[in-house]
């Protein structure tokens, strides 16, 4: 039950902040206003086939898949190495932060731990197989091997102390 | 001048032909599971349920979400991020690199080239470090995503760790970047000096 306030909560504040951000927007400037909303079409025209594709995922992921086997790979009782194959798995997926929630959360309710959910979202975020060349570019070797090392590694020790913890 | 304009035209087509690729993919999936479900189909049951549950979720927030984001870089131009990073230092360097790396100003790729301006600008490494990894990993509209998806103590929590520890990793590798320049390290030995140091540490 408080689960169910818990997440309309979030609903509501999201809605609400941006009817109001909306309102002062339009009030202050037009011509911005429409801007805004033009980006706002955009990026929801780019990321909805992703949206899509995740929904579906996590139907078949809970929907096939058997408890057991999630539970057996990365659930509570795998530990450390459970979280180490969720932060390979979020080094080299590139899904954006947006969706990476709701794929969690399906992970967590399909009997995987919080430190392997915890692992796969830090890793997702903070280490970018994906964008390296990119990165290598404009960065540098040294400071771009050194960023994804050590984020590497703190995912994991962050992951380590939220498992403690929650 | 025309060399820029075709470079955006460029741009604008190579972004069209990958939002139709996402969009065949997606009619690929979509096909492919509807088969699939045909096959099993006392599995279309507990996999339509979970989807539709999924859905429902993110319909109540996407479109609010979308809005914010939109606000946000008309609202907050990405030369303002420039201008007030490059003159800050200190603890007030932090925060700023911090609060500007929160802003949803888009993907990450476009951190990367924001942040080499900077660091040619002179700005700390540290604070480079630490504004790629906020930008990564702490957007603002995204962590209300995070709260509705995973609860607020796992977003609190995650948040507050993910915080200290990039600080720290911002301090150690100005540390390492520092010491390797001085002494005219290539690269690959970084490591081995860096082991070498924390074992004798001053």
């Not at chain 2, 035209?9 to 599971?33: F, H």
């Not at chain 2, 429902?56 to 996407?62: A, G, Q």
Request: include cysteine.
């Amino acid at each position: 039950m408080s689960e169910f306030i818990n997440s309309y909560l979030t609903v509501l504040i999201i809605n609400l902040i941006a009817i109001a951000w909306l309102i002062f927007s339009i009030i202050k400037n037009k011509k911005k206003t429409g801007e805004s909303l033009k980006i706002a079409l955009k990026t929801f025209i780019k990321t909805l086939p992703m949206i899509i594709i995740i929904i579906i995922f996590i139907g078949f992921l809970l929907g096939f898949l058997p408890r057991d086997m999630i539970t057996n790979i990365i659930g509570q009782q795998t530990g450390i190495p459970g979280a180490l194959v969720t932060a390979v798995l979020g080094s080299v997926l590139f899904i954006p932060a947006l969706i990476s929630f709701p794929l969690a959360s399906s992970l967590l309710s399909g009997g995987a731990s919080i430190m392997s959910v915890a692992s796969f979202i830090t890793t997702l975020t903070m280490v970018g197989i994906v964008t390296l060349p990119v990165e290598l570019k404009e960065m540098g070797r040294k400071m771009t091997i050194l960023r994804n090392l050590f984020s590497f590694i703190f995912a994991i020790i962050i992951a380590l102390i939220m498992g403690v913890i929650l | 001048m025309n060399h820029t304009v075709t470079n955006k035209q460029n741009e604008k087509i190579k972004q069209k032909k990958s939002l139709i690729r996402d969009y065949i993919i997606m009619g690929a999936v979509l096909a492919a599971s509807t088969i699939i479900l045909a096959i099993f189909p006392d599995k279309s049951e507990p996999v339509l349920t979970v989807s539709k549950n999924y859905f429902l979720e993110l319909v109540m927030i996407l479109p609010a979400l979308m809005i914010i984001i939109g606000l946000f870089s008309a609202w907050v131009p990405k030369e303002f991020v420039v201008k007030h990073m490059g003159k800050s230092s200190g603890i007030k360097g932090t925060a700023v690199a911090f609060v500007l790396g929160m802003l949803p100003t888009g993907p990450l790729y476009i951190a990367f080239p924001m942040a080499a301006a900077l660091l040619k600008k002179g700005a700390k490494i540290s604070n480079i470090i630490i504004f790629i990894s906020a930008w990564a990993c702490i957007k603002l509209p995204q962590e209300l995503v995070e709260i509705q998806f995973l609860g607020i103590k796992f977003t609190l929590l995650r948040l507050s760790l993910t915080i200290v520890f990039i600080i720290l990793m911002g301090i150690i590798i100005e540390k390492i970047i520092d010491i390797t320049e001085k002494k005219n390290i290539k690269p690959e030995k970084i490591f081995t000096v860096w082991s070498k140091d924390s074992r004798n540490p001053g």
